[in-house]
């Protein structure tokens, strides 16, 4: 069995070496050559100087690359951090000033764009270049390679299985995003206990749809590098494009996120269609799509989930429960254990609101660099055996839920102020904070307001500068020029005056809320 990231593929490789393990466009790789190929990485990225754990970027759409730069960051003994490919320049900028990045491995398209931004990130030392290296700018003090013709060195460094192996950004309620940071055991556990529940095999063909910087996303790939399982890589445009390549690559396997699902049940799906399962997580998938997307596949036996990046994966509702409480988030995942308590610590009784805790190898080793966020969100597990004098930390999630008698939880709301929207967790200081950049406003407060397909739209209530007229029309073209596509506000309204306070002086998003509401 593996016990490092990277050993997912050399093991199958070992095993199952001319079964089809990746395929993009053109490309398809069995596992003897997808091996092959990230034991290069790892020889390039150390012939690049990169030390243990030292980070490695990765800022690409999907391609093999991609897949091959990430595992051979881990093969190498170095920790990658994949950077959202819809993500503006600034915000790449801060993850790779945040987490000390040393090494970005990019396209020379997406460097062009991040030429002016990267100039304060004073960790980096060296640019690995994917495809043609044309007319690129140049960046003092750092050393800019092609991917395909740079030294290699085949000496990793010594890794076991409690190092860091990766680093994934996720939105907090305020500030600016958070790393959590995963170890080789959190990763590979999870493969394992995702891989079991879905009851994954060499013969399953799964369809990569979400970005990998998601770990629900990257989940895809370990669950299929564990059991030897096809990984098809898609860059889609429209939901359509999802059904051609279902059909195409004789997918077995779909992930999705609700807005995604609610599209793709609308669509006609070939009869033919050999899908055995698909999942969802991400937020709660409306019981009218589930209905049709079982009435459309009726072969496919759907698993709804829930996640949080802290712990990668907590719970699932098994397909044959499905009928009988389509509104459950089920149980604990295999080796993981889900507890619902409240503020004192002690656990609620069948029925009764609490925060949901959850505990065992999945949880994370908390966010990078950020001991006061890491403090609130990793505390001591609250059902620890009394003679254990060391702390058994577990991952306290702000999430209220409530438990059946038979166990099963059910979602009821989030205690922080996140917005939730295209699967993405958004935080609203985030985009306030972008807001504020462009000078245009006196206030403003992004509110997340209920949307039939988005879960959520974001809407702005903003304040004009004071001797100023705003103009929601430029504002909201400057939103479009500073944030990804789902960050930028459904809407923006004009509010009259300063905006209401609660009585510790911050703005008060639930008065804001209700007043969006009422119309």
Known sequence: MAELLHELIFNTAQRLPEREALIYQQSRLTYRE???QVAKAAGVLLGAGLAKSERVAVYLEKRIETI?????????????????????AEQVAYILTDCN?????????RLKALAEALRDCRDLHTILVVGKPCGLPEFPGVSLLHWDDAAEVSLPHRTINSDMAAILYTSGSTGKPKGVVLSHLNMVSGAYSVAQYLGNRPDDRILSVLPLSFDYGLSQLTTAFHVGASVVLINYLLPGDIVKAVAKEHITGLAAVPPLWIQLAQLEWPADARLRYFTNSGGAMPVSTLEQLRAR???A????MYGLTEAFRSTYLPPEEVDRRPDSIGKAIPNAQILVVREDGSLCAPGEPGELVHRGVLVSLGYWNDHEKTSERFKPSP??????TLPEMAVWSGDTVRMDEEGFLYFISRSD???KTSGYRVSPTEVEEVIYSTKLVGEAAAIGVPHPVLGQTIIVVATA????????????AECKLRLPGYMVPGEIKLYAGNLPRNPNGKIDRKYLLNEILSG
């Open 34 to 36: 997808l091996s092959t």
């Open 68 to 88: 091959t730069a990430m595992f051979g960051t881990s093969a190498a003994g170095g920790v990658f951090v994949p950077v959202n490919p819809v993500l503006k």
């Open 101 to 109: 990045v040393r090494i970005l491995v990019t396209s020379a398209d």
């Open 297 to 299: 596949l009726p072969g």
């Open 301 to 304: 036996s759907p698993y709804l």
């Open 383 to 388: 059902n620890q055996e009394n003679g254990l």
């Open 417 to 419: 102020e996140m917005i």
């Open 465 to 476: 500068r004071q001797g100023m007229l705003l103009d929601i029309d430029v504002l909201l």
